[in-house]
């Protein structure tokens, strides 16, 4: 039983501030998706596996879902041009 008082361990250490990527592992770990699209059960962690890996400008996110075995990408935009039914 953990100490009243005392963290647990974090899973997810960022490197130091000044390392190559640091600024990218924080973004990582705070868009990463963290649940599935599929099922929605969590892949963060021992749930699944998110991978982010870069196409040009495009932060892709390589994904699998260990409760329903989904994989597929997630990729962030920074803009969406829809259309609306008449
Ligand atoms: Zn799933």
């Known amino acids: 039983m953990p100490e009243v008082g005392v ?22 770990l705070l868009d990463a998706p963290r649940h599935c699209p599929r099922c929605g059960a969590a892949i963060a962690g021992p ?6 890996y870069w196409a040009a400008d495009d932060r892709v996110f390589y ?6 075995d989904w994989t597929g990408t997630v990729v962030q935009v920074d803009r ?7």
């Not at 994904?63 to 329903?68: F, V």
């Open 7 to 28: 963290l647990p361990e974090d899973p997810h250490p960022l490197p130091p501030p000044t390392a190559t990527f640091a600024r990218d592992a924080e973004r990582h």
């Open 47 to 52: 749930g699944g596996l998110v991978v982010e």
């Open 63 to 68: 994904c699998w879902c260990r409760s329903c």
């Open 80 to 86: 969406h041009i829809g259309h609306e039914a008449e």
